[in-house]
């Protein structure tokens, strides 16, 4: 099977209407351009708050389905295509959670992703304080399904330091697994780890970051953007140049289940001996 997919590199700002007027268009854009599957930056409705610890910003959350994914859900329908919207979620028990959406072609929100992992980095050079504004995701790693024969995972920044969560969703049939992110660093590991995770596990990876400066945030970080696409054998097969852009690649299932069949990656697991990786306790 082959799709093509597109990744929407691009920047926001304090004016949370305008960023999901501005994600609504560079999703018809894609669309446009022959996109089945687009993929929009993490927390795509607003600034990444995560620099500080603001109480305020917490009213950024927005509940799913809700303005957002109605706005978003529009733009997939008239585009015909399947959108990973990442938003700041409210639930409605007033939980707060940093959630990518999967937006089926009629616009309706047919799963969600909870991001599992969350950070709290203080650091001069690196700050994410996101323990303050989000619960640690209780979803698990779901995969969702499209009438491509595409299946489609997600995980979300910083868990692409993990290898467990793309290993779960290629064991559960991914085809693709998306990265949304909003990072202004790590720059040096983000292609390896990425490329690794594609080989690891012998499927394609979309990393999408947002870039330049949050506008009217305050903040000076500089988000570096470099979203690409790497196929099963971590070749990078499409590639973002500086400032906002969309990046499309064509994936082909067809490559995975060959090298699949050729190295034996899957066929050679040993799960009975894996029992370290989910014992409790950590290092470090």
């Not at 983000?190 to 903040?219: C, F, K, M, P, T």
Request: aromatic share 10%.
């Amino acid at each position: 099977m082959k799709a093509k997919c597109a990744l929407i590199q691009m920047g926001f700002s304090t004016d949370r209407d305008r960023n999901v007027s501005r994600a609504a268009s560079f999703v018809r854009e894609a669309a446009a351009g022959g996109a089945e599957i687009i993929c929009l930056p993490e927390l795509a409705t607003s600034i990444y708050m995560c620099f500080e610890e603001n109480p305020e910003s917490r009213s950024l959350a927005e509940p799913i389905p809700g303005p957002g994914t109605e706005e978003i859900g529009a733009a997939a329908r008239d585009a015909g295509a399947y959108v990973v919207f990442p938003l700041y979620e409210r639930d409605s028990d007033g939980l707060l959670y940093n959630t990518a959406t999967f937006i089926d072609r009629r616009g309706e929100v047919v799963g969600k992703y909870r991001k599992n992992s969350i950070p709290d980095v203080r650091m001069p050079h690196m700050c994410g304080m996101e323990k303050f504004y989000f619960r640690p995701g209780n979803l698990g790693y779901p995969v969702f399904g499209t009438d491509l024969g595409i299946t489609v995972g997600v995980t979300i920044c910083f868990e692409r330091h993990f290898p467990e969560g793309p290993r779960i969703e290629a064991l559960a049939g991914a085809d693709v697994i998306f990265v949304p992110t909003a990072t202004a660093a790590g720059r040096d590991i983000w292609e390896i780890e990425l490329r690794g995770h594609a080989v690891a596990n012998l499927l394609w990876v979309g990393g999408v970051n947002r870039v330049g400066r949050d506008s009217g945030s305050g903040n000076e970080a500089e988000f570096y953007g470099e979203s690409f696409f790497s196929s099963p054998a971590g070749e990078i097969v499409a590639r973002a140049r500086a400032g906002e852009q969309v990046v499309q690649a064509e994936i082909d299932t067809d490559l995975s289940r060959r090298l699949r069949r050729d190295w034996g990656f899957f066929r050679d697991r040993r799960p009975e001996i894996f029992a370290p990786v989910t014992a409790g306790g950590h290092h470090g």
